[in-house]
């Protein structure tokens, strides 16, 4: 199976994250006058949908894993099974990738749930993205959703961009905006796909560097690493996890107190093969004492959220 596009985050400047750690900016290839495209982000299940030509039926994924009676990603199998191929037939080699919109983090209008919000095709043939014109124009020929388009136009500047990250359309509020050049991909120029993600639901959280300033002899090797691993093991982070094991099969979609093992068992290793997904430079500062300190933290925060005393 076709993964999707590990999204950046946007950097329009390096970051210091302390002084020997530096994540170096991700804007090159936007241009002024390339043709963006600015999407509100939606908070769902990444889920896919693609014609098997042998099979002469539709075949749908979650992130992970093809999706049948055992794991049918909240709803997702049953929507597509009830969905008309002909659509589809046309283009054998493409995976059509959405986000099937189910209770995660983000809280939208009862009326948008449970529908799919297609995004971005790939053609397994020449490896390449489609344009955004391409996704836009099927999905609406076949009565696709498709997600809340802000903007689409010439590259004018960040700021601009920015000012299209406070619109939600689907309930009061907005996770970010995911921001797609044209241009940089008919050019092949990259990333030519960039996220950005508004402070209330952002992954990593800024390193304590006041303490180390103010007492830099109390910290120890494992309590410097704890701080990098409290940078990227946030809520955020967490409860994204959560919500895709569920999605996945692997946890409940309604949590009891009985379950709190498997959650145990299941919750940390997610979180932190994210880690090394999203954030593997960071992780690396804390150590021999990542995996360890990131269990330690993934429990603490899921306990705090399920009202785990």
């Not at 391409?134 to 601009?160: M, Q, R, T």
Request: hydrophobic letters at 35%; a neutral charge.
């Amino acid at each position: 199976m076709k993964h999707y596009i590990e999204i950046q985050r946007l950097r329009t400047q390096d970051v210091v994250v302390d002084d020997t750690l530096t994540l170096e900016k991700n804007t090159d290839a936007f241009i002024q006058g390339d043709i963006i495209s600015i999407t509100e982000k939606i908070d769902g299940a990444n889920s896919s949908i693609y014609y098997d030509k042998k099979l002469d039926r539709l075949r749908c994924f979650s992130s992970k894993n093809e999706l049948d009676f055992s794991n049918q990603l909240r709803g997702f199998l049953t929507y597509v099974e009830s969905l008309d191929k002909e659509p589809f037939i046309k283009y054998p080699n493409y995976i059509f990738f959405g986000e099937w919109i189910v209770s995660h983090t983000v809280i939208y209008d009862d009326s948008n749930y449970n529908k799919w919000y297609l995004f971005s095709v790939y053609d397994t043939v020449s490896g390449r993205w489609l344009s955004q014109d391409f996704v836009k124009k099927f999905a609406e020929k076949n009565d696709f959703c498709y997600p809340h388009e802000l903007y689409y136009g010439p590259f004018i500047s960040w700021s601009h961009c920015l000012s299209f990250a406070n619109a939600p359309a689907y309930g009061t509020q907005q996770e970010g905006i995911v921001i797609k050049n044209q241009t940089a991909l008919e050019q092949e120029r990259g990333p030519h796909i960039l996220k950005y993600v508004n402070p209330e639901f952002k992954e990593t959280q800024k390193k304590n560097h006041k303490r180390k300033l103010e007492d830099p002899n109390k910290l120890n090797e494992k309590a410097e690493a704890e701080e990098y691993i409290r940078m990227i093991v946030t809520a955020a982070r967490v409860m994204k996890c959560y919500h895709k094991l569920v999605d996945d099969g692997i946890l409940p979609e309604k949590f009891e107190l009985k379950h709190m093992k498997h959650v145990a068992q299941n919750l940390p290793k997610a979180v932190y093969e994210d880690c090394v997904k999203e954030e593997l430079e960071i992780l690396k500062k804390a150590g021999e004492f990542g995996g360890k300190l990131c269990s330690k933290v993934t429990m603490e925060i899921i306990k705090d959220k399920l009202k785990i005393g």
